[in-house]
C-alpha cells in the first residue's frame, strides 16, 4: 500500500503552510493560552477546511482517508494536537449536516465553516454521563417554533472561539425510551453567550486550544437549526464518531513522527563517553522500534480511512487505529524525552510539550478500555462489558 499521487501532493501542500509557522510560534501560543489563528486562516485560505465537504459550499469532496493524510502533516510539523485541534472540528464534526442537513442548512453551515469565517465545536459529553453518551441529560424541550435547552457539557473544545455549537440533546428521557440510543436529538446553533456561559478547564497540554465546562440555560433553539429527525440524532452522530476516531489516532501518530525525528537528530549530535549517544543500541533500539510501532499505526489509520470513505463497515479499524496510534504517538514522545535526557525536560527541545499533547489521544474521544471492550464484542464476540 503507497499514497497516491493526489495524497503525496495533499502532503507536499499541507507541509509548506506548517513550516510557515515555527517550534517558537506554538511554543508562543501555549504560553499565552492563545489560540492559533493566523495558522486556522493559512489552513482556511489553502483551501483545507473544507476537504471532506462538498465542493457546492467550497469544500472539495475528498475522503476521510485525505483529511487523515492532510492532518498527520498538520500535527507533525511542530503544531502537534495544538495545530490538529484548531482545524479538526471541520473535518469530522459537521459530517452529520453532510449525510442529513438540507441544501439550505448546509448553505448556511457549511459556506461559512470552510471559508474560515465561522468557527464550531463539538458539544457531547457531559460530566454526568462520560462515556456512557445515551446517559446525557442536557434536555431540549418543545416550545413555539423550537426548543428550549438546558443542561451542562463539558471538555467542550474550542468552545471560546466557537460561533456555533453542534450540540447532542435528549428530546426524551432515557426512561421512556424503548432503546437508550432512542430519543436523541442533534443540533446546529449559534452558541448564544447570553444564554450560555462557557468556562476554561486548566489542563496538562494543548493550552492554545481550550476546552471548557459549558453551562446551558434556557437556551432557543429554532426548529430549522435542527439535524435530521427528532430522537434520531444518536444514529447521526455516528457519521461523526468514526472519522474522528482515525484522524484523532493518525494525528498521535504525527505527533510521534515529529518526536521520534527530533530524537533522532538529539542522538546523532549528542556526544557522551565520546561517541554520539546514537551509537548505544541503548538508545537507538527503541527508537527503532517506536519508528515500526508509528507506521503500523498511521497504515492502520489509513485502512480504517479507506474502509469508511468505501462505505463499509469500519468500526473496528476505526477505534483499532485509534487505540494503536494514541499508544504509538505517547510512547515514541516519551521516548523521546528519555533520549534527550535531561534535556527532554526542557521547553527548549519542545518534546515534553508534544509529549503532554500526545497523552489526549490515549483519553479521547473514546478511552482505550472502551475501545477494547468494543474490538472483545464486536469482533472477538465476547459479551459484553459496558
Ligand atoms: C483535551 C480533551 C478535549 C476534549 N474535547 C471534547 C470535545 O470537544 N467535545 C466533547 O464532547 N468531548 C470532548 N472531550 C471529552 C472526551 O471525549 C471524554 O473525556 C472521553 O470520552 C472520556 O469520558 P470521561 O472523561 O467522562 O470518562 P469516564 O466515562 O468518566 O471514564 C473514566 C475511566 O473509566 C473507564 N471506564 C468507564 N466505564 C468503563 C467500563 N464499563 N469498562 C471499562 N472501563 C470503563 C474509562 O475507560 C475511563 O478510563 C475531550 C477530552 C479531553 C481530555
Redesign the pocket.
Known sequence: MQLTEQQHAIKDNVTKICQGFSDDYWANCERQEEFPEAFYQAMAEGGWLGITMPETYGGTNLGVTEAAIMMNTVARNGGAQAAASSIHINLFGPHPIVVFGTPEQKERWLTPLIAGKEKT?????EPNA???TTSIETFAERTDGGYTVNGR?I???TAQEAHKIMLLTRTRKKDDCDKATEGLTLFYTDLDRNKVEVKRIP?MG?AAVE?NAVFIDNLFIPEEDRVGEEGKGFTYLLHSLNPERILVGIEAVGIGQDALQRAATYARERVVFGRPIGQNQGIQHPLAEKWAYLESAYWMCLRAGALYDAGESCGAEANAAKFLGGRAGFEACTQAMLTHGGMGYAKEYHVERLMRESM?AR????????VL?FIGERVLDLPK??
Open positions: 465545536c463539538f458539544g457531547v459529553t462520560g462515556l456512557d457539557k471538555w467542550t473544545s489542563k494543548r476546552s489526549i483519553l479521547a474521544p473514546v478511552s482505550e478500555q472502551l471492550s462489558s459496558y
